[in-house]
């Protein structure tokens, strides 16, 4: 008899950082670890929120620029800082990446965030410089 594991079970198995989707502007999947992070008790408290909700004010330009960007067809490597809001109001940095993915048919977006900053040494070399890709997208 075979074990199959569902992809929830997975990410939250194997995720000690937020992993989260989101479609149409909406939470559909976040990892415990990402509730948790959010001040959640549990995934079913975030799902259904724009993760917009969660990006202070002082961060809100900085997350809709790098959505921006995505949306036109460039995905930044280097994961960027921002400043959130958990549920309970408590402000936390987190250094959060994203990238655009297909879920259940339908154009996502990934993100993932890790609490706490990487600046000055901790900071990967890649990211010394703005890196970015075009994603490809056939013509209709």
């Known amino acids: 008899?075979?074990?199959r594991s569902t992809?929830?079970?997975?990410?939250?198995?194997?995720?000690?950082?937020?992993?989260?989707?989101?479609v149409e502007g909406q939470i559909v999947f976040i990892n415990k670890a990402g509730a948790k992070m959010l001040g959640a008790a549990a995934?079913?408290?975030i799902?259904?929120?724009?993760?917009?909700?969660?990006?202070?004010?002082?961060s809100q330009e900085i997350?809709?620029?790098r959505a921006r960007q995505m949306i036109n067809g460039d995905i930044?490597?280097?994961?960027?800082?921002?400043?959130w809001i958990r549920l309970d109001g408590k402000s936390i940095e987190v250094e959060v990446?994203?990238?655009?993915?297909?879920?259940?048919?339908?154009p996502a977006v990934?993100?993932?965030?890790?609490?706490?900053?990487?600046?000055g040494s901790r900071r990967p070399r890649y990211c010394s410089a703005a890196v970015r890709l075009r994603v490809y997208r056939p013509r209709e």
């Open 47 to 58: 799902v259904g929120k724009s993760i917009l909700d969660f990006v202070h004010p002082d």
């Open 97 to 106: 990446a994203a990238m655009p993915l297909v879920y259940q048919g339908r």
């Open 110 to 119: 990934q993100f993932i965030a890790r609490h706490g900053s990487l600046s």
């Open 76 to 83: 930044v490597i280097c994961p960027g800082e921002e400043k």
């Open 7 to 22: 992809s929830t079970e997975v990410w939250d198995s194997l995720a000690l950082d937020l992993v989260s989707i989101q």
């Open 63 to 65: 997350a809709i620029d």
């Open 1 to 3: 008899m075979t074990h």
């Open 43 to 45: 995934p079913e408290q």
